[in-house]
């Protein structure tokens, strides 16, 4: 299949902006609970009345600062509340929010800010307002800062106390749905990062269609209020969705800043969320950690035949639901019931307890991966997106999912997949382009199409499998073509493994690096009696190598023998975002990581 399109669910909205949505449901429902609040360790309910009071104050204090219709403001902070409330605020006043990744260096600070024209900065802390301190001589447009952790909030709250409500609701009524409602800047795997300009309309258009669709698995149970736990970045277009569908669907919304299982897992317990939304990362380290305290406790046998039985039992269900095959055998469902108490319900502990259904996104997540999950009671519909759709274009639905695709286009959307392999979207939540770039946005957007640089298939139903980047295909000095995202992938799903990059671009044979999970690595330590090792010795211990020889053995098996890894090394050091090596959303930044381990890269071709 070449192309396929699913028709709407969702008219685009004639009029307003995101902003409205705060000020209708506190006029409509003003004691309902719309967020929780993290304060002194603890949750604090948050109702729309209140919420919209605060986004009020703090909307009259940014006109009172100088904010005004059509500037842009950038945010640099991790996940946190006052991101949020800083959105609205700023979408009250007609102000567009510009994203930064607090974990940004000076340069990429500078180019955003410079690019995007930006008239003022909230930063969280002293460091992140050093950051911008060091360019600020380079940006004559930045007349403001404000620091989080430094009273921000109260003193804009003060300055604008004496401005009328009203000159508020005027900015606010003067957002059209075509009013742009932020730039949010390209991770920049390739290049410098391109600011994507996102209308008010594009967010309305893709959060109500994906609430329309998928608002029946926001509940654990049907008589539950639903909620989810955003640790997602909001610098990302998928953190930032998510945000802005929970406002409009009401559904109530915590923020963690930290992704370490230290701090969130005990953040799941207490919010306990009916559903989440992440990337593959986090369900793989919630699987980990699993089959790690399950070895401590010497049940890895009992686990890893849980695991197998999950897998089995989703995929049988997966074949009834499309009409291939009868659903899990009478045995079959016995063996699951006997794993409920044992494995399943634990793993959902770890998440809260009331969590049934997931989102994912962000990257690829493995089949077998989210099989295990469908069999454990937790439903992942995986979907994929960019930040030139506005995130989610395609979308696994509710009752028909295909592990090991991103799903079908969401309603009001349409692929199409050229001569090339090339995945293009078609649909109202598609982007306006790039910021002060027409040649980069010419190159992408084709008579309203908007060509992903992806690579992908449609199946017979319209479900859209990506096989890789057209930027990141490997051709060998023997012309053999090459797409290293299904071996990375297989390879990194061994505990050990952190990450991966295949390798091979005009040379005789594909090899690959890898770097090491700490924790899985201090486990495999633990439970083989072995003594703590730094990272110089894990590299050349022999039994260590053997193991990680099992995920390259494992990964080739996809592939033919002229397409798989041949030789491999692993390193010291992980690839790191500081060092350059990984964009904000972790991607691999594949041409700085070759020249970082050029000697490295050399010596896999000599051996």
Known sequence: MREFSVPPVVTAPPVGGLADAVFEHALDDPGRVVLGRKVDGGWRDVTSAAFRDEVLALAKGLLAQGVRFGDRVAIMSRTRYEWTLFDFALWSVGAQPVPVYPTSSAEQVYWMLFDAGVSACVVEHEDQAMTVGSVVDRLPMLARLWQLDAGALEELYAAGAAVPEDVVHRHRRAVTPDSVATVIYTSGTTGRPKGCVLTHANFMYEADTMVARWEPVFRSKPEDEPSTLLFLPLAHVFGRMVEVAAVRARVKLGHQPVLAAEQLLPDLAAFRPTFVLAVP?????????????????????????????????????????????????????????????????????????????????????????????????????????????????????PGATKYGTVGPPIPGTAVHIAQDGEVWLYGRHVFAGYLNDARSTDAVLRDGWLATGDLGRLDDDGYLTITGRKKE???????????????????????LVSQCIVLGNDRPYVAALLTLDPEGVAHWLAMRGRQAMGPAELVRDEALTAEVRRAVVAANTLVSRAEGIRTFRVLAEPFTEEGGLLTPSLKLKRRAIEKAYASEVAALYQE
């Open 281 to 397: 990362n986090v369900f793989e380290r919630v699987f980990a950690a699993a089959r790690r305290k399950a070895e401590t406790e010497g049940r890895l046998g009992p686990f890893d035949r849980a695991v197998e039985t999950a897998v089995r039992y989703a995929e049988a269900r997966e074949l009834r639901t499309f009409g291939t095959g009868p659903g899990p055998s009478a045995s079959l469902r016995v063996q699951h019931q006997l794993f409920e108490k044992l494995v399943y319900g634990k793993v959902r502990e770890a998440m809260g307890g009331r969590v049934r259904h997931a989102m994912s996104g962000g990257s690829a997540m493995s089949r077998r991966l989210g099989l295990f999950f469908e069999g454990a009671g937790v439903t992942v519909f995986e979907g994929y997106g960019l930040t030139e759709s506005c995130a989610a274009a395609t979308a696994n639905p």
């Open 473 to 495: 295909i490997l051709v060998t000095s023997n012309g053999k073509s090459v797409s290293p995202a299904a071996l990375e992938e297989r390879v990194r799903s061994h505990p």
